[in-house]
């Protein structure tokens, strides 16, 4: 049985767009959630049938739950986990497909979540460097300090 066996025509999304909906959403995984990688496609599925509100654009969209730090993608992948048509009042023309991406989430769940804790070590060593050079560079401690607003 092939990827697209499992997935039903329904109105407005045949079998194979939804089988591409998936391999994009795979390929987005396997990258580390990188913009380039966050098709149109994707983004109008999730938007569309995975309860998100679209934040104006893909670029909002993507943004609001990629690029503003690990809680936004805990909050992301919690919603999209947990979300089902039904509890929305849509309808289930799309559980196919949304139970397929949760479980190519699943594999690399692990991975996601790694890279988002090495992304916080990483950015926490930058700041302590900034700090230390901060505090014989007055200059650069004026741009620091205005950069973060304190």
Request: aromatic share 14%; with cysteine; proline share 0%.
């Amino acid at each position: 049985m092939g990827v697209i066996d499992m997935f039903t025509d329904v109105q407005f999304m045949t079998a194979k767009e939804k089988e591409l909906v998936l391999k994009n959403w795979k390929t987005f995984l396997q990258h580390g959630l990188k913009k380039e990688h966050f098709t149109k496609r994707l983004y109008n599925h999730l938007h569309l049938h995975c309860g998100f509100i679209a934040h104006y654009d893909i670029h909002g969209f993507y943004a609001t739950y990629f690029e503003a730090g690990q809680d936004t993608e805990e909050k992301f992948f919690e919603h999209f986990c947990n979300y089902s048509a039904q509890n929305y009042g849509a309808n289930a023309d799309y559980d196919d497909l949304n139970t397929a991406m949760r479980q190519v989430y699943s594999q690399y769940k692990d991975a996601i979540t790694a890279q988002a804790e090495n992304d916080i070590s990483d950015k926490l060593d930058l700041l302590e460097s900034c700090l230390k050079r901060a505090k014989t560079d007055r200059g650069f401690a004026r741009q620091l300090l205005d950069k973060i607003r304190v």
